[in-house]
């Protein structure tokens, strides 16, 4: 089988509702696994934009469905890497999801991270990156300074300082 | 103008009589670039330990075996694709005028992120030769770098240097003048994950016969990392490839839900850490390093503060007391040989011309020179960016970021290259905002003039009160801009370099090349304007011209009526003012025509009512002329107001 061009987006959207509808369906108790294929098949074609990113943020941005398929990743904004954004898609987040995460600002001096994604503009995205905090670095918290002030920070054996606005959107693991 | 003859290119429009070899220093802000160029030219490029100190390329010269070779300084970059407007003076020119060969220096102590930068520029196949610089610092923070190794891993040579004492700096030319010779590109080595290879291998082979001048392979990673300039080169031969890349680069996005930019940067990083990694062994320190020690000092919540506050208390004081002395000294010194002639000639000479001559002295050796020497210290040493973290939150409030102190602490030397500073700011608004503030900021001159009148005559207390009162009203001006200028501030990212032991030979260097224009020009105009000044008074001219002004200086301002002119010549160097007072004292002791009230006046006015034309000069070239022509009448205009308002409220109160 092939499709259009344009086509493509539309039928990576079904596949992907499938997918969100499938792990739904397996939740819920009491229903017959058996079915979820087909159940779920029938319905692709109802879930709005809108459904499709509460259901996936619900789920908890599942990529993985009962019988061992993978769910497509959401068509909303492609240079996004969030499934299931919470913002406009004038911000874009970078990097993973499905782990406990937190803003740069809570964590504490002398404690290191893992980033998991950044949600900010693309300019801001990309300084970042420019200076080594791409997605899956550690990097430590050397100091706060008071009243929310900026955070400096050791990534890749240098020191930088950035601003409690954008460290609030650095999200990373707390790891020990 | 002459006064930022150290940030300007010493030689703005070289002529190319045999096409002289063009050598590009490159690299990430901070490392030693001009450190290495004023060895190699002899030239007084300014360094200091703060990331963004070179904003205009600079051009050099040097003899190589005969040859004539043009160095250039480039301003500190970390990608090839920022945004900053500094850096993006040294992207255009790699990219796009291509010297005939790359000096890359990188930071030993932070090879990691250097290196990031150098693999950029081996994707685009430059003639290159990396001087792996700083080894000195690496080796007391306990990092060896094996240049072999990395030379070997890079396919470039790596030549070891310590720029500041110069060593390693002539080896690295032989090397670069080798490579220049053969123009041989590095063998690009660097390999990206399977599944953004084949898209870059894809797009190579649609853009097979678009000819741009450039590597096939770096303009295929362009186009996939979507940096504008090579999408516009492109699209204008042929749009098919940049839709190709579009598609290619969102199916990249959706495997690793990134950005497509991103993932490149990350795999870049990953390649730069393993390099980095096998270059390099680790011992520990033994003990945490003096810079660190300090930082817990400096950058601490509650002392940084006090010790931040203590240190510009201290400075003042110090320049106030070693000021007077100095006046004090050379008035006692030239006094003596007064041969008080009578007749109006002699007179003339001496009032006008040797009085003139002590003042001016007084100015330049009693305040500006010490004021630049200290600057130029916590330049050297590392402090601005320790301001900039500490002063980040309190910057907000003027809609600007912490990094806005570093030209706000440099207009405390001069206000132009503080104007000049003003392109570290990443936005229009912001790097207009600062400037502005930059504008008002009690520069050495005005410092002159603050604590050799008010903190003399008046008391020390009278003149910080005159610093805080300056303070308060950039605070007010820059909560208006913020209200005003549309736009949304940004926030801070900058580099915090480690404290490093200054090098007096750097900073009297520097202060020097700062310090000449006044000799050169402040000197004979305080000179000639005094002569004009007592002549006009010996003439009985004097109080006609005064007159015009009397409404605003005296009646307003209150200020004695001789002020007016003094006032005008200030505009051209306002030290100058300190110095004509003296002259029309006919002595240092000012305080024999002027009241204590009139003093905090005037050096009130002095320290706002225009930008000195040097100043202008700067603001006309960054800001262009309505910008300038704006803060100019803004600034009279407050100078005005609130100095009439000064004067009633002193009044009251003395």
Known sequence: ?176 | MAQCSDLTPPNKTPEHPERATVIALAGNANVGKSAIFNQLTGLDQVIGNWPGKTVEKAEGRLYHHGKIVTVLDLPGIYSLSTYSMEELVSREFIALERPDVVVNVIDATTLERNLFFTLQLLEMEVPMVIALNMTDAAKKKGINTDHRKLQERLGVQVVPTIAIRGIGVHEVVDAAMAIAVERRAPHNVIRYGPEVERRIERLSEVLEGVDTGYPRRWVAIKLLERYPQVTRIVEDKNPQPVKDAETLSDEISQIHREPCAVVISSERYGIAASTAKEAQTFSKPTKTSMSDRLDALSMHPVEGYAFMFAMMLAILTFISVFGGWVAGTLETLFEDVNPHMAGVWPELAWNGGVVGLYAALSVALGFILPFYIIIGLLEDWGYLPRVAYLMDRPCHVMGLHGKACIPLLLGFGCNVPACVGCRIMETKRDRLITMFLSTMVPCSARTAVILGLVGAFVGLQWAVLLYVLDFAIILGVGRALNRLLPGRPVGLIMEMPSYRRPSMRVVLKQAWARFKPFVSFAIPLIVVGSLVIVGLDIAGLLPGISNVFAPVTVLWLGLPVFTAPILILGILRKEASLALLATVAGTWEISTVMTPVQMIVFSFVIMLYFPCVSTFAALVREAGWKNAAFISLVEIGLAVFLGGILYRSLNLLM
């Open chain 1, 1 to 176: 089988m092939s499709l259009a061009h344009s086509e493509v987006p539309v039928a990576r959207k079904l596949r992907r509702n499938h997918g969100l509808l499938e792990v739904a369906l397996d939740k819920t108790p009491g229903i017959d696994c058996g079915i979820l294929h087909g159940e779920a098949g029938e319905s692709v074609h109802v879930p709005s934009d809108e459904t499709e990113t509460t259901l996936c943020r619900m789920l908890g941005e599942p990529t993985g469905r009962p019988h061992g398929n993978t769910v497509p990743p959401s068509e909303s904004d492609a240079e996004s890497g969030a499934d299931c954004p919470s913002e406009k898609s004038s911000t874009f987040a970078t990097g993973g999801r499905k782990r406990d995460v937190i803003p740069l600002t809570a964590l504490a001096p002398n404690r290191k991270g893992r980033i998991a994604f950044i949600r900010s503009g693309v300019g801001v995205v990309r300084r970042l990156s420019d200076l080594g905090l791409t997605p899956g670095t550690v990097i430590s918290v050397v100091r706060v300074a008071p009243l929310r002030g900026p955070v400096e920070i050791h990534v890749r054996g240098c020191n930088l300082i950035i601003g409690r606005g954008i460290a609030q959107k650095i999200f990373v693991e707390d790891i020990v």
